[in-house]
């Protein structure tokens, strides 16, 4: 009876814990649409503050308030300066803040030279409590204590307020409240401040019982979606219920079944996001208000130059200058990549093998982002299950040729991508974001802990590929060989997405609606979509293993699928070329910022800012900006076609006068 009531009281306090992390999200969500991930960072930020301040003046009450002052501050800015544009563009959303995240752990590690921040008890919380045959910390009764009063405040200001009553208005239906003179501007970032400013007076609360690190930004992140969306967004009890559910689920789970206690928190997210996507108690979303902009995704709406401005019925000639037009930057491109393989130095070649990977890596998942909307925030986990896939063949059966692996890689992403897409497509808009990320975590949480296969975080050691004959493998090679698979798989992806189904895909993304009028089964055409980004996504991983030769759990985490994303934001989606030079910016710069003097240990902070101006400042990515300047080209190109055709136009509309 002792052991389970301390499991009881251990479950309560860090579901109050889960809660005081939870409540200012849930509003945002609720509210503003805004999934805000750098809610954690916000906590974390607060509390290395909030320990500062009492170090400074010796007073903990104080400095839980300090805490909350700067969380609220935070919020300010970051509502006000960078989300306020962004509240119909939800993927923007979830990557400017995963670049706040960046930035705020690494001006901490700055500051506080990377050390945690060790947050004090007064005395009057180092005391015990003697239950039965157990000894119980007071801090965990006040946790509790504390959470239930910041529940019932926030609670009352909801449901009893004049400001609480616009706050409701606002969830529900934002245009009407607006017509009704309601400032729904102001209310948004009342609701937001508010949010950041209980994260910040808890962080010196919940991190009694977990230590605040400069890694809790992430460490906390999903742990505090898990309880809005159980929960249900915009409804404080409803969070309060998720992180109850969760607290007493993990607190139960790591004491009676330690081997699955860490899967349990991501197989509760992903049965309540497909049984009731709302959540236990949240208001019902309006997935079209959830849904992006998807008019940023295509690279150019007006051109100066397109093939039809040649007339219906070219001449062969015109149709051969034609198509060595459109070979031309693809020929370029494969000649620049050829020269360099054999022109640069190993380390070198070693980051073009990075580029080329993640630019494979990049174009599938432009195929569920770009052609078809589906903002999908777990890709990582189709790139990480093909590495694996790889490791895992070779090291337990010790099979290392390259033609059955790549079919085993194949078989097995397509039905990790069917088994995903059945559950997630049933949802849409930010839902469809939480519960992919979701599938990626519980990949990379199985990854972690099942070392008898995986070997944990010490990863897979893998082999040099066997093609059948001998080879001695060098890291050129091995980029050759990259570069001949991308080729491939890019031309295979490019005959795909401008076929009937890819033009089919981009129709759906336009308007779903329509195409299902038209007869168009749009379910089973955006699930063949995700199977095909699966199965693509896995051959960049089994190359990411091979010019590597090592896999391990970070391959499906957080970051990795964030950054395909920001490679299709910047470069442009919808293109295929686009997220492809998306990818190879973004390695480049990953790769070669680290070696400038005093950069190694601010890489974090100037992938952050790149997060932020890319959303920010290239609406549409590169693509449109490159394809006026090759339309162009074509003008120049094709400057006698263009008068003959225009010059038949004329004619034919004088005879017809």
């Not at 509760?268 to 949240?282: C, W």
């Not at 080729?487 to 089919?504: P, Q």
Request: with cysteine.
């Amino acid at each position: 009876m002792g052991q389970f009531l301390s499991i009881l009281i251990l479950g309560v306090s860090s579901g109050f814990v889960y809660f005081l992390l939870a409540s200012g999200m849930t509003l945002t969500m609720g509210l503003l649409r805004v999934v805000n991930m750098s809610h954690g960072a916000i906590y974390m930020f607060s509390g290395y503050c909030g320990v500062w301040f009492y170090q400074l003046t010796g007073s903990w009450a104080l400095a839980v308030l300090f805490g909350g002052v700067v969380g609220g501050l935070l919020g300010l800015i970051l509502e006000t300066g960078f989300l306020r544009r962004l509240y119909k563009t939800p993927a923007n959303q979830v990557l400017l803040t995963i670049g706040i995240i960046n930035i705020l752990q690494n001006v901490t590690e700055w500051i506080w030279d990377g050390y945690g921040a060790g947050i004090p008890k007064p005395l009057f919380l180092q005391a015990t409590v003697a239950i039965g045959s157990v000894t119980i910390p007071v801090y965990r009764f006040f946790i509790i204590g504390f959470g239930i009063v910041i529940c019932a405040a926030i609670w009352l200001m909801q449901e009893k307020t004049k400001i609480g009553s616009m706050v409701r208005a606002g969830m529900d239906n934002g245009e009407i409240a607006s017509t009704l003179g309601i400032n729904n501007r102001m209310i948004f970032m009342f609701v937001f401040v508010l949010g950041s400013f209980v994260a910040g007076l808890s962080s010196m609360v919940g991190g009694m019982q977990d230590d605040i690190v400069t890694m809790t930004g992430w460490n906390i992140l999903l742990d505090s979606i898990i309880v809005v969306v159980v929960g249900g967004t915009g409804s404080i009890p409803g969070a309060l219920l998720g992180g109850l559910l969760i607290g007493l689920v993990q607190a139960f789970g790591n004491a009676y079944i330690p081997g699955l206690a860490s899967y349990l928190k991501y197989i509760v997210l992903i049965v309540v996001l497909v049984i009731r996507p709302e959540g236990f108690m949240g208001r019902k979303l309006d997935v079209n208000k959830a849904s992006d902009d998807y008019a940023n995704m295509t690279a150019a709406k007006a051109r100066s130059f397109s093939p039809l401005m040649l007339g219906k019925n070219p001449s062969a000639a015109v149709r051969a200058k034609l198509r060595v037009y459109n070979a031309v930057p693809y020929l370029f491109a494969l000649v620049v990549m050829v020269v360099l393989g054999l022109a640069v130095n190993n380390s070198t070649t070693r980051i073009l093998c990075q580029v080329l990977i993640y630019a494979l890596f990049a174009m599938s998942l432009d195929v569920v982002m770009g052609y078809t909307g589906n903002r999908s925030f777990g890709h990582a986990a189709y790139f990480g299950m093909g590495a694996y896939t790889v490791g895992i063949l070779y090291q337990h059966f010790g099979i290392n040729n390259f033609w059955l692996v790549l079919v085993a890689v194949i078989v097995v992403c397509a039905v990790l991508s069917a088994l995903i897409g059945y559950f997630t497509l049933r949802l849409s808009g930010t839902n469809f974001l939480l519960v992919t990320m979701a599938f990626g975590q519980l990949l990379s949480v199985i990854a972690s802990n099942w070392k008898t296969v995986t070997k944990g975080a010490d990863g897979l050691q893998v082999s040099n590929p066997n093609f059948g004959f001998e080879m001695k493998w060098n890291i050129t090679g091995k980029y050759f060989l990259v570069l001949i698979i991308v080729g491939l798989c890019a031309f295979l992806l490019y005959k795909v997405m401008h076929s009937s189904f890819g033009h089919t895909l981009e129709g759906i993304r336009g308007n779903e609606g329509r195409m299902r009028a038209l007869g168009y089964n749009t379910w089973q055409l955006k699930y063949t979509g995700i199977i095909i980004a699966g199965i693509f996504a896995g051959i960049a991983g089994l190359l990411y293993a091979y010019v590597y030769g090592i896999v391990n759990p970070e391959l499906f985490n957080i970051e990795s699928s964030a950054l395909p994303m920001l490679m299709v934001i910047l470069g442009g989606g919808a293109t295929l070329w686009g997220p492809a030079l998306g990818a190879a910016v973004i390695m480049l710069v990953k790769n070669y910022v680290p070696q400038i003097p005093h950069m190694q240990s601010r890489w974090p902070l100037v992938l952050g800012g790149l997060y932020v101006c890319c959303i920010l400042f290239l609406k549409g990515g590169l693509a449109p900006v490159l394809t006026r300047f090759w339309d162009w080209v074509g003008t120049k190109f094709f400057a006698k076609e263009l008068a003959s055709a225009k010059s038949a136009e004329t004619e034919l509309v004088e005879e017809g006068r």
